[in-house]
Every structure is written in C-alpha cells, then in structure tokens.
C-alpha cells in the first residue's frame, strides 16, 4: 500500500529527503488539526452562543488570563519546534561531508554544464555516483538561474559573479529531474536537465569511457549525440518549430536575415561562428542569447553538427 508521500510527493532519491518530508508532513499535520480544531470551536460557539431573541443582552467579558495564556504558549511551542527542526535541517542540507565528490556546475541560459574533476563536461545531464555525497559547486554565466532537484529535496539559486553550493546523496541507481526554478528568460521552460545516479561498478565505467568523444563514429551519428550532450536541443528544434533559437531543420544552405539588416548564407563556415562567436550573426527575431561553445566542443564534434544539420534537409 502506497505511503502518503508516495501519492503526493515525488520519490525519495536521497538521504536527506525523508527528514525533509518529515518536517513537511507534521507543518501540514498540525495545522490541519488547528483548523480542524477552530472551525469545529467557532461552529460550536455559533450554535450555543447564538442570540435567541431581540431581549437578549449580551454580556461583557473582558479577558480570560488562562486562555489568553494557553493561546499564546501552544503556538509559540510549535513555531520553536518548527524553527528548531528546519535550523536542524538547513544546517544538514548545506554542510557537505568533507569527502563527498566534487562537480562544478555552469549555468547558462538556457543550459546546465557540469565539470568533473578530471576535466571532463557532460552537458544537462549530471552522472553521479550512487550512495556517496556529492557537492555540487555553482555559479552562473549571465542571469539568476536555480538548481533544484524534486526528487532530492534539494534547491539552491545559481548566481552570477559568485558561487553556491549544495549537496546531495542519491540512495539508489536512478534517473532524476532537474529544473530551474527562478525564471530566467524566455527559455526558462526549457532549462531542464537529468541526474543520473550509477551503482559504483557503473560509475567507475563512466568515468573511463563517459567523458571520451567516439571518435570513430561518422560526423553525422556524432553530431546527432552532440545535439542532445551538448544542449542544442534546448533552444533549436529539428521539425522546423521555432524555439529559443531558430530551428536546424533546412538550415544548411538557406539565406539568414540577420539582424544588422544584411543577409548570409548559412554554409559550414556560418555553423562553425555561430556555435564559437554565436554573437557574431544574430538571425532577425531572435535574442541574442546563446552562449559561446568555445572550449567546449572539440573540432570534430563541431564538425560532426556541421554534417548532422546538412542532414535536416
């Protein structure tokens, strides 16, 4: 039989979400046995104290010193539980072990990147290990971003120009879902990312073979997976829909209007600067908010896009 969580909250992926909830579910509890219990006193009191006739002079009371008393101590009593427990809580939620594993993350709008300490990058999609803490150190490339995960219990805003932290540590090998939850532009929607949690066997794997580029795979194949690693798909369809940023389908070879008024014509040379210096050629009718990918993408990689947008015919 399903638990009250389990219908109503999302799954507990850490170690720390149960203590969360726990303080969630008595907040909730309490109060719903305070409005319980004055809905049903004010009903009461309606009835019994209610006037029976135009005679009827109602008396003056002017305090009672025990309820005003009781009243006053109740509430104080659980606000110092609440305040206590939460302080409790905090205190836990941001002091990360002194071992827990080290990810830098980079938010951009609209993308999650996160550096491991080897040098690697995955693009929105966060490979953890499983049953050990991991930090995550972040700071953003342009606006206010936030990094929550549901699933972990866990929300810190991401800050340009200084870092935060938060920790977490996953109890099982599972997938979980990343949002930005402070609104940061007309992508916000689409700043998603994943958590993928692997038992350590799977981790160690990742960690060997993860990070590494195929490079004998054909550019097309590779720049298909680069589309989805590197977060193109966030901001640029392939159906020919118009999102963040105009749309890959039947891109190559077609005239771009830009927005200085000229035109250019979109061939390997145009991709390449758009995805290292995207400021360079802003297409009319879209913002200028892409962000550089210099560094970020190796030369065959960009290569490999170059052939998948020919492609998207």
């Keep these: 039989m399903e638990t009250f969580s389990e219908i109503?909250?999302?799954r507990r992926g850490s170690t720390g979400a149960a203590d969360v909830d726990a303080l969630f579910?008595?907040?909730h509890i309490t109060g719903f046995i305070l409005l319980a219990g004055i809905t049903i006193a004010i009903i009461y009191f309606c009835i019994k104290y209610r006037r029976r006739s135009d005679d009827e002079v109602t008396p003056i009371i002017t305090h009672n010193a025990n309820l005003e008393i009781t009243w006053s101590v109740i509430p104080l009593i659980l606000i110092l539980i609440v305040f206590s427990w939460g302080f409790r809580g905090y205190l836990t939620l941001f002091t990360p072990p002194s071992d827990a594993y080290e990810i830098n993350v980079t938010a951009s709008s609209w993308l999650w990147e996160f550096t491991y300490p080897d040098g690697g990058t995955s693009a929105n999609e966060l490979y953890v290990p499983a049953n050990r803490p991991v930090?995550?150190?972040?700071?953003?490339?342009d606006v206010v971003h936030s990094f929550a995960v549901p699933d972990y219990r866990v929300k810190m805003d991401v800050i340009p120009n200084r870092y935060t932290t938060l920790w977490f540590e996953a109890n099982e090998a599972d997938t979980?879902?990343?949002y930005c939850t402070e609104y940061c532009g007309f992508g916000h929607s689409n700043m998603l990312a994943q958590v993928?949690?692997?038992?350590?066997?799977d981790w160690e794997e990742w960690l060997e073979t993860g990070l590494e580029v195929d490079m004998d795979m054909p550019l097309a194949e590779l720049g298909e997976e680069t589309y989805t690693s590197a977060g193109c798909n966030a901001c640029h369809s392939t159906d020919g829909s118009p999102l963040v940023g105009p749309t890959f389908q039947g891109l190559f070879g077609s005239e771009r209007p830009l927005q200085d008024g000229t035109t250019t014509t979109a061939d390997e040379d145009y991709i390449r600067e758009s995805v290292l210096d995207p400021m360079a050629a802003v297409v009319q009718g879209f913002a200028p908010s892409m962000p550089s990918y210099a560094g970020r993408l190796s030369e065959r990689e960009i290569e490999g896009l170059i052939e998948y947008i020919k492609e998207l015919e």
């Design 196 to 201: 993928i949690a692997l038992e350590e066997e």
């Design 176 to 178: 979980s879902q990343v």
């Design 135 to 141: 930090k995550l150190i972040m700071r953003s490339n």
């Design 8 to 10: 109503f909250m999302p």
């Design 25 to 27: 579910h008595f907040i």
